[in-house]
């Protein structure tokens, strides 16, 4: 972090400061346990914890002030403010515009982490790129991620997560992107943003900090965004596998042993002949996405290509895992329904008996027993040869497939019949959303078939 003094962090913040003014701060945490010389503590009080009762603790550390709510029982260097968390993005907004390298800010409803990671790949073959890491992605992943900027760095891709009206209006007000990334508008978040043409309202807020001369790359082959052709007078660029995109993608053959597909990505300087290091097929268009972006920035189409084939897969997102006689698929990051389809599509691809371990997607509102049942619908007319539906959303999901299948309440009730239901040279989806903990399940069939 650039160093910054307390006198700085007081005026972006409105916060009524106690100390020294002239002590620079080198780091700002919200972990008592990343504490270092030179750190600011920003004590949060959540749910759970509250920060406050680590103040001391990160003074002896080496913190040289605290952002906090109350007066701190030790003598110390503080910034006196309402909210921790609502200062933290003042602080954060002050600190982005000491930048004038260019930001990149990334959402949409399936893919955000995958394209990030994707452009993170491609530019820097060229560049010193800055980028979001793990899912730091909402209103106070944002502020963090932006407080790890260095001097050296020459571009931020920030990843921006929401799930209701407004708070990309927040985020974007700090990242202040130049390059704006939209990846698609699927079924996500549907308690508060009611449809896919809220999805497309509360991710466009974040053309309202674009920058007068920034960019817009979205995917065209998303029939809600392809009706976003400009803001602003900016003219929106496109980009996917249909005609109509300024940007367009070929794919020429999936090799799914080698987990990897061969594809055109046609630019404007030419054709860019790539193999993506994946085996779901949207990675092409990230892919695409990536090296647009790098071309906007004068990169070469050698290291474009270079770029898209050191992309590495993060977490359990679309990671094949290939044990002995089975392959699995390990997408259990997150689900829903937009994004169970596109992982079912890929499983569709390999040859064997192919099972589909599909849990409950949450966050969707009202409508949740209609999607799950019409995922079910999907995934049984794409013709899988095993479905297994866990949790009770999912039941739902089940009922959709024609009941085909099995059916069990808890991800450990599923684990104590899986060697009954999985054979040798099975090919094993697994996905659901976060919390329905679906990684036990990846662990389970790792140790079946180790």
Known sequence: MKPITLLEIANSCSGKLFGDETVEVTSIVTDSRQVEN??????IKGERVDGHKFIKQCINSGAVCVLCEEKPEIECNYILVESTLVALK????????????????????????????????????????????GNFNNELGVPLTIFKLEEEHEIAVIEMGISDFSEMTRLSQIVCPDISVITNIGCCHLENLIDRDGVLKAKTEMLQFLAKDGKMFFCGDDDKLFTVKEHNGIKTIFYGFDEHNDYKAEIIKTDLLKGGIDCKLYLKSGVVKATVPSVESHMVANALCAAAIGESLGMTKEQIKQGVEAYKTVGSRSNVIRKNTVTIIDDCYNANPTSVKASVDTLGKFDGRRVAVIGDMKELGENE???????????????????????ELAKHLYEGAGNNGYYFETVEEYIENCNDIIEQNDTILVKA????NFEKIVDALNSKFD
């Open 38 to 43: 030179g750190s600011l503590f920003a004590a």
């Open 90 to 133: 003042f602080i954060a907004k002050y600190y982005r515009s000491l930048f004038t390298i260019p930001f990149i800010g990334i959402t949409g409803s399936v893919g955000k982490t995958s394209t990030k990671e994707m452009i993170f790949a491609v530019l820097s073959q060229k560049f010193n790129v800055h980028k979001t890491q």
């Open 369 to 391: 027993t209609e999607l799950h049942y019409e995922t079910g619908k999907f995934i049984a007319d794409k013709g899988i040869d095993v479905i297994v539906a866990i949790g």
């Open 433 to 436: 959303s976060h919390s329905m």
